[in-house]
């Protein structure tokens, strides 16, 4: 501060112009304190002294605003202030004016390229335009400038003498206040803990009361301003008493009021109180001074609105005294669990923290050694750069990514911590190369490596530590070579090429995104290209051998063989033939994903393609491939951003503190649909219906029984796969097109309809599953890929592509084709898939990879079936099989016609070995159980049963238990078009084909016939059509089929109105 007392206009002048060349850019203080001079003109006018004759002369503002410029800020403590401020503005919108006008004029602005901000001055005025400063004989003169300067000392004063404290607390005196022990800065004093909630609560009613923006400007930008508006708010509170009413521009809203100064009044209470005892008579200090308990009193609060408005989106008031409680050390680690906890509320509320101002807050402390302190830290970091990523370049600047690093090296950190600090460090280095430079420099690749040699357990934290040192590892040598060739000396390549097998698909994508961006950051000046292309083609070369059914792993291997094709092609001269060979099933590879069955892989194959079809053409064996020209579009080498590292990001947006285990990276959908159908009633529900059928005698379960007709729908074109959903009155109906529609059987109205492919490939495989909640629909067409739709049956918008893929890269050629056959295993949550190939493919879809087993026959596999623990697949030639992939053997069963069994000991199981599959096998006998081809194999589990026919219609039943029959000979003996049995009574349906006798029959398992429905129901009832699909109601003896007519109808047995009713 330079004090100019009684200054005449020359000394305001040089004042003002050397304060701005000194403060450059910063913001300068100007206080006019105009006590005993005349008040401000109604021209802009303020009055100066005059050094030739003992009188005041007046000083434009227009003058002051030129010598001071901009930033700045003034205080005027005068008699009628406000009239300052309004003359002052209106000055700065007449410089405007004249300075825009002049930019018009080009000559006479010839070189300028900015505009000025003549309107970014902040005023804080001690009255309005019309008032006279107030007086009081207890209280400083300049009352304005005691409370900007002072705030507690005068805060002291004005609070004893309104409330009359003197007459209230024996022994206290006005005198006692001049004794108030501590210092401003020392928080464990009474004066610096006054200072510490003056500055609290502050802080605190203006971010309740100010917008986002005005409360940056003004309390947090700068701390001049900050310091300023902070005692601004309580001189506003003071001088209102006295009916006068301060003015700042910007203008703020009335605080005087606030409920937040009680608690500062109670804190004035407190300590005055305890001021008679700490002073004797001859004011020598006796006693100590005991904290008012404020910070505390706040945590509890705050404590106690987590607890009870965690569905609400609006910050406690507290939020700035938990800020300020930071920098105690007594309550810095509760603040700290507090703090965690409210910003694990969602973005909103890291947001709300940021806009508060926690990022120097929680920078600050970085540099403290306490333990206890450390996965506050590290959690509270990872919740702000989830939010907020512009701020990496200061915590760089500050080497707080040395705290990271440090976190990731040490084997005590809880794996958690070390996922944190991974995602924190992975954001320091993402699209900022002084993060990238720094994290080398302080081997971050060295750690990262050394992380992924770690053998522990697979748990989910371990999973989503490997994932993020996979991205941290990505994003560390993006676009930045040297880090590359770090990578290498510390093995980082060859370890990741193993996590392209990890049983986490996300691993395996953020692996593949990491080697994607390892040979996109080239060789740089440390390598070679031939060294750098060398290493190129050995991760390629594995990354196309492995086929992944997770469409995020296939994104990022496209954008890999696009950086591939780039590297190769700039420098492809040295190139040696094993490179070259690399690089032409890179391409073919490219060329065979255009038509991958997950539109997004599908796209960006396409792109990259034309993106890089000028330089495939440069290769005469590759023309062939691109001989189409590629189609408009971006042909640019633009970067290619898959969305992974957003995506996985989206991860510590969730809340991570709410929950524990290893389901805590699921956390439930807030607006999800209840189905009526629990699983608890779905269980109650079939054991009703098990007692029912146990007390009914066989006799009656024999007899037969008439159908009747309950639902006609009229579907075009026919039908040929239907299903109900046992728990809601749905029906899904697949058909010759293409086409998946779902009908309400109570209304008979469509709900929805959409076409599962582009393409003509017939839907070969129809099965609904997750029917307990929300059912989901997976198919599998000609063109063996296999997809899994959700669609939305409550607000039936459109239909959710969950995910896509491939079942088979080939298929061989037979005479007798059966296309795509998909099994799902509901227990197990496994995929099976066979048709025509050699083998049948087994996903296990909680990891999303696959094992292959082969059947060692010629004939395609052209039906499956799951029991409990084995699956039941049955061929073209009539051949039935039983297999148990529970043995790692995989023991292997034959059902034949002459009620011999035979099991092997090994199975032909293709084990997968770094990426490459190897098969071992050995069989022996090969019967047969139909003479034609299998239509259809069924297990019933709860009988123990198979049911397996042929095109045919022979219908064996077969004994799980001795692998026999369970009757001597086959029933119905007539051309068959569909099977199914029931899932939970011994029932049958067969369509039986045979030309002029089309028919449903309804057996037991015994071979009587219960029923057959030739006909239709109605005076003119006509023949049935050939049935092309049959579905039976689990929860009733509905059955439900569709036929060539493109009619789709539901029949049930007579006698089953007891099972409607028995729930």
Not at 65 to 81: D, F, L
Not at 762 to 789: M, V
Not at 897 to 919: C, G, K, L, Q, W
Request: hydrophobic share 40%; charged share 20%; net charge negative.
């Amino acid at each position: 501060y330079r004090l100019c007392p009684d200054p005449t206009s020359e000394d305001v002048k040089k004042l003002c112009v050397s304060l701005r060349k000194n403060a450059k850019e910063e913001r300068v203080l100007f206080h006019y304190n105009g006590h005993g001079v005349p008040r401000p003109t109604v021209n802009g006018e303020i009055w100066v002294f005059n050094k030739e004759f003992t009188q005041y002369i007046p000083l434009s503002l227009y003058e002051v605003q030129t010598w001071m410029g901009t930033p700045s800020i003034y205080v005027w403590e005068c008699s009628n202030a406000g009239l300052i401020v309004q003359s002052f503005l209106s000055f700065e919108s007449d410089r405007e004016a004249e300075f825009k006008k002049q930019m018009e004029d080009a000559e006479s602005v010839a070189g300028c390229t900015s505009v000025p901000n003549f309107k970014d001055s902040i005023h804080l005025a001690a009255c309005s335009a019309s008032e006279l400063l107030p007086q009081h004989p207890d209280l400083p003169v300049d009352l304005f400038t005691s409370c900007l300067t002072t705030p507690i000392k005068t805060a002291l004063y004005w609070y004893v003498t309104q409330k009359h404290s003197c007459q209230l607390i024996p022994g206290l005196t006005l005198d006692l206040l001049e004794k108030i022990p501590g210092q401003i800065s020392d928080r464990r004093t009474m004066m610096g803990e006054l200072n510490w909630i003056f500055t609290a609560i502050t802080d605190t009613i203006a971010w309740n009361l100010l917008d986002s923006d005005l409360f940056q400007k003004l309390f947090r930008q700068d701390l001049l301003v900050a310091s300023l508006f902070r005692n601004y708010l309580l001189a506003e509170r003071i001088i209102k008493s006295f009916d006068c009413a301060p003015v700042s521009h910007p203008p703020l809203p009335a605080t005087s009021e606030h409920p937040l100064w009680q608690s500062w009044d109670l804190a004035l209470d407190m300590c005055i109180s305890q001021l008679p005892r700490l002073f004797d008579g001859q004011g020598n200090q006796t006693g100590d001074f005991v904290s008012c308990g404020f910070f505390s009193q706040q945590i509890e609060i705050f404590e106690l609105w987590l607890k009870l408005n965690v569905s609400s989106e609006r910050a406690p008031e507290q939020l700035p005294v938990v800020l300020q409680v930071l920098l105690s050390q007594q309550h810095r680690l509760k603040a700290l669990e507090l703090l965690a906890k409210f910003i694990d509320l969602g973005a909103w509320a890291v947001s709300a923290a940021l806009s508060v101002g926690i990022f120097p807050y929680v920078l600050k402390l970085l540099s403290t050694q306490p333990k206890e302190l450390r996965p506050l830290l590290t959690f509270i970091w990872a919740k702000i750069l989830a939010v907020d990523r512009s701020c990496q370049a200061e915590l760089v600047k500050d080497s707080g990514h040395v705290y990271f690093i440090q976190m990731l090296s040490e084997s005590e950190v809880e794996p958690d911590q070390k996922v944190y600090s991974a995602f924190v460090l992975a954001s320091l280095v993402h699209s900022c190369p002084l993060g990238q430079r720094s994290a080398k420099q302080s081997h971050l690749i060295a750690a990262c490596s050394f992380l992924l040699t770690d053998e522990g357990s697979r748990d989910y934290a371990h999973t989503l530590l490997r994932k993020w040192v996979c991205i941290c590892l990505g994003l560390c040598w993006l676009k930045y070579p040297e880090a590359r060739w770090e990578g290498v000396r510390n093995n980082a390549h060859l370890l990741l090429k193993k996590l392209i097998v990890d049983p986490a698909a996300e691993v395996r994508a953020a692996a593949v995104f990491a080697l994607g961006t390892y040979i996109d950051a080239g060789h740089g000046k440390e390598g070679t290209f031939e060294q750098a292309i060398e290493i190129d083609s050995q991760i390629v070369s594995s990354l196309i051998k492995s086929y992944d059914c997770v469409f995020l792993v296939r994104k990022e291997l496209i954008v890999a063989l696009h950086s591939y094709i780039n590297r190769f092609c700039s420098e492809s001269a040295d190139c040696g033939k094993q490179t070259k060979i690399v690089f032409a099933k890179a391409v073919a590879t490219l060329f065979e994903m255009q038509s991958d069955p997950y539109p997004e892989c599908a796209a960006l194959a396409q792109r990259v393609l034309r993106m890089n079809h000028h330089l495939i053409n440069k290769f005469e064996n590759l023309k062939k491939m691109s001989e189409a020209p590629p189609a408009a579009g971006d042909t640019d080498d633009a970067d290619l951003d898959t969305g992974l590292v957003a995506w996985s990001s989206n991860y510590f947006l969730r809340p991570l503190l709410a929950s524990h285990g290893p389901d805590r990276h699921q956390p439930l959908p807030v607006n999800r649909h209840v189905d009526l159908y629990s699983s608890e009633k779905l269980d109650q529900h079939c054991k009703l219906l098990y007692n029912y059928k146990t007390r009914r005698t066989p006799s009656q379960w024999s007899q037969p029984a008439q159908m009747e007709e309950l639902l006609q729908i009229q579907h075009q074109p026919y039908p040929i796969h239907v299903k109900f959903n046992p728990n809601n009155e749905q029906i899904f109906v697949a058909d010759i097109q293409n086409n998946v529609t779902v009908y309400d059987s109570v209304n008979r109205t469509k709900l929805l309809s959409f076409s599962s492919s582009r393409k003509p490939a017939i839907i070969r495989s129809f099965k609904l599953i997750n029917t307990q909640h929300e059912p989901i629909i997976l198919t599998g067409s000609d063109d063996l890929a296999i997809k899994f739709f959700k669609p939305d049956l409550h607000n039936l918008k459109q239909t959710q592509l969950i995910t896509a893929f491939t079942a088979f890269n080939s298929v061989r050629e037979s005479t007798i084709e059966a296309g795509l056959i998909v099994e799902w295993d509901e227990a197990n949550e496994m995929l099976m898939c066979a048709g025509d190939t050699n083998y049948i493919r087994v996903w296990d879809m909680n990891k999303e990879l696959y094992k292959d087993y082969l059947t060692e026959l010629k004939s395609c596999v052209s039906s499956l079936s799951c029991g409990d623990s084995f699956t039941i697949a049955g061929f073209g030639n009539g051949c039935v099989k039983l297999f148990d992939f529970r043995s790692p053997s995989g023991a292997i069963g034959i059902v034949h016609s002459d009620s011999v069994s035979s099991f092997m000991a090994s199975t032909p199981v293709i084990h997968r070995t770094n990426s490459m599959y190897e098969s071992k096998y050995s069989y022996s006998n090969k019967l047969y159980a139909h003479n034609s081809f299998v239509l259809k194999t069924s297990v019933h589990v709860q009988e123990n049963t198979l049911v397996s026919s042929g095109v045919l219609g022979d219908i064996t039943v077969y004994d799980l238990r001795y692998m026999k029959k369970a009757i001597d000979k086959s029933f119905n003996n007539e051309k068959a078009s569909a099977l199914e049995c029931h899932p939970v009574n011994r029932l049958i349906a067969v369509a039986n084909s045979t030309k002029q006798n089309e028919s449903i029959k309804i057996y037991n398992f015994e071979g009587a016939e219960l029923s057959c429905i030739k006909h239709r129901e109605g005076f003119m009832g006509k023949r049935l059509s050939t049935v092309s699909c049959i579905d039976w109601n689990p929860n009733s003896n509905e059955i439900l089929f569709g036929s060539f007519d493109n009619l789709i109808s539901v029949f049930r047995r007579k006698d089953n109105q007891y099972l409607n009713n028995i729930y």
